[in-house]
């Protein structure tokens, strides 16, 4: 998948950029944008991620619009690396 093709599959399958960022536990939103504005294709490891993502919806921590898990304000706040 380009990254191009990101904001795509994001609203697809219902997802902001920040909430993708959530799920897939990076730090800054500033990554998702620069994969969105790159025509090079994403690195193996997010395309799998993303797989996982759609193939397993019952694992994501983020719906829509709408967060899954009521400590969201405090996953924001904290991002993993």
Same mark, same amino acid.
């Given at each position: ?5 990101? &904001?795509?599959?994001?609203? @697809?399958?219902?997802?902001? $950029?920040?909430?993708? @960022? ?7 939103? $500033? ?12 690195? @193996? ?14 694992? @994501? ?13 405090? $996953?924001?706040?904290? &991002?993993?690396?």
């Amino acid at each position: 998948m380009l990254g191009t093709d990101l &904001p795509e599959w994001r609203k @697809r399958h219902r997802l902001t $950029q920040d909430g993708l @960022r959530m799920e897939l536990g990076i730090g800054s939103r $500033q990554t998702i944008i620069t994969w969105e504005k790159s025509t090079d294709p994403l690195p @193996r490891m997010v395309e799998l991620a993303l797989l996982a993502l759609e193939h397993l919806p019952e694992k @994501r921590k983020v719906d829509g619009f709408r967060y899954a898990t009521p400590d969201y304000p405090e $996953q924001r706040a904290r &991002p993993t690396f």
